[in-house]
């Protein structure tokens, strides 16, 4: 079973905040092959330029790999945009390319707290 990781779930297994993922989400964690879409990877570093996150994408990332098997997905990126046509939901390109990313992935699981993307995402979990 393949579980993809929003971007704030990554920030929140970097800080050690397990506690804050619902215990749906920590058992999918525990039962899945983690995937991290390079889109939500570009959105760790959009934050860290912004000053909202502390630390660099390949520093956050890099910790989470470690102490998760999380890597980062390989599906070629017109297979990704090709199902991010169909996401009219939102204008946030982040959000709309991670959301494709695991449709295009057999309808993987998006483990997020996000309600907007699980209003529109039937494969999220939170």
Do not use: Q
């Not at 599906?75 to 939102?90: G, Q, V």
């Amino acid at each position: 079973m393949i579980a993809y990781l929003d971007t704030h779930i990554v920030l929140w297994l970097a800080a050690g905040k397990v506690n804050r993922l619902s215990s749906k989400a920590r058992s999918l964690l525990g039962r899945s092959e983690l995937l991290f879409s390079a889109m939500a990877y570009l959105e760790l570093e959009y934050l860290h330029e912004l000053g909202r996150t502390r630390f660099a994408a390949p520093d956050l990332f890099k910790k989470v790999e470690y102490e998760t098997n999380l890597r980062l997905c390989d599906l070629p990126f017109p297979t990704i945009a090709a199902a991010a046509i169909d996401e009219k939901w939102t204008r946030d390109p982040f959000d709309r390319l991670i959301v494709a990313n695991a449709k295009a992935n057999g309808f993987a699981w998006l483990i997020s707290a996000d309600e907007e993307i699980a209003r529109h995402y039937p494969r999220t979990v939170w």
